[in-house]
């Protein structure tokens, strides 16, 4: 990625060659589950490339303000909003605050995730539809909402040249089997069929929909399988690149796929996981 990072996007060139170009400046994000983890790098750069953002949590406040406090420091505009991704009126409450203090929502992060991870003997209904209504529902609970946004205002070619851009957070479990997780690696698929389902319904309407596979990536979430020297040395058994993922990587891709350089990327899934997908018999404790 180095060698090409300041190359023009085709047709929307700003000019200019000193200060590095903001690629979303004059874009309005909203990043779900932004406060921890992926989100919180994701909220980061998108706020870093000239987007404000609104930067959706469920719990923890301050981990909230101290991101909209980053992307502040950025020059961008930040928002917190609290509001659970799987309730259908917090959402839509969540994107009428955004469209009305910001204007437009142009990007939405779907990327609010949990696992709650149980062999399948002992798997209880609560757990199951947990991971599935965050995961997957909040996703098309979001999708929707920016959907509606989107196809409202239409293309406006001086910040953008798609209508809009949607970006669903997947794991390189939307297509490895993931013993002992059957709930979230059967979101992680689901998420992967809705993407490319809407991918293909809106981009005659010029959105953009597109996923992003993390491999092992140094979060809370997956604690357990970095925090000790043993269990980060046997996760880099199924890491041919030799390194844990860090939320940086993760948002360096957000950032391309909302912009216009991905212009011509729609309904892909851009692994970024160190070759993970690349091993066939994987199994993490994480
Ligand atoms: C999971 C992590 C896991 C990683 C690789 C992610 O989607 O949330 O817990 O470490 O996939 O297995």
């Not at 190359?7 to 990043?31: E, H, I």
């Not at 917190?80 to 009305?100: K, P």
């Not at 209508?163 to 698929?189: L, R």
């Not at 069929?193 to 319904?201: D, R």
Request: charged share 15%.
């Amino acid at each position: 990625m180095p060698s090409n990072t300041s190359a023009p996007a085709g047709g929307s060139s700003a000019g200019g060659s000193a200060a590095p170009r903001k690629v979303l400046q004059g874009q309005k994000a909203l990043v779900t589950g932004a406060n921890s983890g992926i989100g919180r790098g994701v909220a980061l750069a998108l706020g870093a490339a000239g987007a404000d953002v609104v930067v959706n949590y469920i719990q923890g406040d301050e981990a909230a303000n101290e991101v909209a406090a980053g992307i502040e420091a950025a020059g961008s505009r930040a928002l917190t909003h609290r509001a659970d991704v799987s309730n259908e009126s917090q959402v839509e409450q969540m994107f009428a605050r955004a469209v009305g203090e910001l204007g437009t929502i142009d990007i939405l992060v779907a990327n609010a995730g949990l696992q709650r991870d149980s062999p399948i003997n002992a798997m209880t209904l609560e757990q199951w539809n947990t991971v599935i209504g965050v995961n997957l529902t909040g996703q098309f609970l979001c999708a929707r909402a920016a959907v509606r946004e989107f196809l409202r205002r239409g293309v406006v070619r001086s910040v953008s040249l798609a209508a809009g851009k949607i970006i669903c957070m997947s794991s390189v479990h939307q297509m490895i089997p993931w013993a002992g997780h059957a709930n979230y690696a059967a979101s992680k698929g689901g998420i992967m069929m809705m993407m490319e389902s809407l991918a293909q319904e809106l981009a005659p309407r010029h959105i953009r929909v597109n996923g992003i596979a993390p491999g092992a990536i140094r979060t809370p979430i997956n604690r357990r399988a970095w925090e000790t020297p043993e269990a980060y040395a046997s996760l880099m058994t199924l890491i041919p690149y030799g390194r844990i993922g860090e939320p940086n990587d993760i948002a360096r891709a957000a950032v391309w796929l909302a912009s216009d350089e991905s212009d011509y990327v729609v309904g892909a899934t851009l692994f970024v996981d160190g070759g993970m997908t690349l091993f066939p018999g994987f199994a993490t404790g994480g």
